[in-house]
């Protein structure tokens, strides 16, 4: 079944294209309709709850302008026809003149209007089961039966905790020339343990996503014996001793680095701000011959998909990184602009109260030939990397760290049953990749978290690739 669409948006339609009809004197006016509602759903040793997700449910509209000066954009969250006229006087009176306002020492950038073609189109992701379809009730029953089903595994588990959470995103963007609608569902889940060993406790969990419904919650008891043992495993955890070793990084560690070595540092936002090193090396070899890299809200389907982006662009399947070589970044509208290149489909805002950002989608590295058992066994004296919890760059100099939650020891090809926790992964991000030697056929990804610009403008993002094998710094 289709996501349907929105009533509200879809009354608010005419109202809309009247408003862009009275800014028609302008070079450009556009406006993006929002209606999002998001749920989380959770059942722990804490308690129970369901409640709406207010970071991610609203309702709301934005307007971009253009003159002869530049850009300017207004957003609201209530329309009317009796609200055109005082929407369209605060633009004209408020909002464009404030370039006549600046102080002397602030520079204004040359903009020109989008090159628009004539684009009608409507688009919906495909689900199985609506989370309506189930209730409150219907949800918290399953997500129970997986809790009960995991604290049954092992005496030493204090809990098992279990959440599932949805968005439902309905998106219009008009302007003169373009008539677009998008209706998403976004859905993750999440069954994490924790256990105790006298006076050490360690948890660990595995994280579920998909560009569909609840059709999900039948994947959420998947791995957890997988999740389970590595819960277990952490009791008997050592510290890292630092040093430089061989590593098999698992899918979900692959889709840390891939995001975090060349995903902020190539949105190309970072570029006409010189905040990014990538800038000066593109058609250069940043990685190992092995290494393709994609970004897209098109190249798969996961929480990172979508139709078009908040700036009216269609989603794309950017290559960043061809067999080793950065090829190019991705875009959002006025970057692209900047840099006389097109944009990519990136232009993502977190609300229609905030600006838009060129952020990341779907980032992920092309699978290989390689197969993960004869990866291990290649390595002799190193880890096999998995459980990521966190990492950051810097752009503008090309370090990375990342946390990672378990490394299992190899000596001579074989995994020896010791494990090491918590372990930093760092370095400096084109040695990193230039080490890749294998990679595996399998590819994984995952889109269970979100991504900020710095430490705000919060979006949903996914992430994955192949196992890798590289030499990395771990402390």
């Known amino acids: 079944m289709k996501v349907e669409s929105s009533a509200y948006l879809s009354g608010a339609k005419p109202v809309l294209a ?5 800014l028609s004197d302008y070079e450009y006016a556009s406006v993006l309709a929002t209606d999002n509602r998001a749920k989380e759903y959770s059942v722990s040793a804490r308690g129970i ?16 302008v253009k003159d002869a000066d530049g850009y300017a954009e207004y957003s609201f969250n209530e329309i009317s026809e009796e609200s055109i006229p005082a929407i369209v006087k605060k633009v004209r009176g408020e909002l464009l003149p404030i370039a006549e306002k600046l102080p ?15 684009t009608v189109f409507t688009g919906a992701s495909e689900y199985e089961i609506h989370p309506d379809s189930l209730g409150t009730e219907g949800i918290l029953s399953k997500l129970q039966e997986i809790r009960t089903l995991g604290l049954s595994k092992d005496e030493r588990l ?35 343990f924790m256990a105790a060993k006298g006076q050490e406790i360690k948890s660990s969990g595995e994280g579920y996503s998909n560009f569909g419904g609840a059709e999900l919650l039948a994947e959420m008891n998947r791995d957890i014996d997988r999740s389970l043992k590595d819960t277990i495993d952490l009791l008997s955890a050592e510290p890292m001793v630092p040093g430089e070793y061989e590593c098999v990084c698992t899918p979900s560690v692959t889709g840390m680095i891939v995001h975090e070595a060349f995903g902020h540092g ?15 090396v593109v058609g250069e070899y940043v990685a190992s011959p092995l290494v393709t890299m994609h970004d897209g809200a098109c190249s798969i389907e996961d929480t990172g998909s979508y139709f078009f982006d908040d700036e009216g662009n269609m989603a794309h399947d950017t290559i960043i990184i061809d067999k080793g070589i950065l090829k190019t970044g991705m875009a959002d509208e006025l970057s692209a602009e900047s840099l006389g290149i097109p944009a990519t489909g990136n232009g993502r805002r977190e609300s229609f109260e905030r600006k838009s950002y ?24 190193g880890f096999l990397l998995d459980k990521p919890s966190s990492g950051m760059e810097d752009p503008k100099h090309w370090g990375i760290q990342c946390m990672v939650s378990i490394a299992r020891e190899i000596k001579d090809g074989k995994l ?19 080490s890749i030697s294998m990679v595996s056929e399998t590819m994984e990804h995952s889109g269970t978290g979100f991504c900020g610009k710095g430490y705000k403008e919060w979006v949903k993002v996914s992430t994955g690739g192949p196992w890798i094998k590289a030499n990395i710094r771990l402390g």
């Open 18 to 22: 009247k408003l862009i009809a009275a």
């Open 266 to 280: 190539v949105e190309m936002d970072m570029f006409v701000k010189d905040r990014a090193l990538a800038k000066y």
């Open 49 to 64: 709850s369901a409640s709406e997700d207010p970071e991610y449910t609203n309702r709301g509209f934005v307007l971009r």
């Open 358 to 381: 060129t952020r990341m989608t779907n980032t992920y590295f092309e699978g290989g030939s390689d197969k993960p058992e004869d990866m291990i066994a290649s390595v002799k004296d």
């Open 104 to 118: 002397e020492n602030i520079g204004r950038m040359e903009r020109k209007a989008p090159a628009e073609e004539k």
């Open 416 to 434: 020896t049953g010791r494990i090491f926790s918590p372990v930093v992964l760092s370095g400096y991000v084109p040695d990193l990749l230039k």
């Open 158 to 192: 204090m809990d098992c905790s279990v959440g599932f959470n949805y968005q439902e995103i309905h998106k219009l963007f008009l302007s003169k020339d373009k008539d677009l609608e998008q209706n998403i569902m976004w859905s993750c889940g999440r069954v994490g």
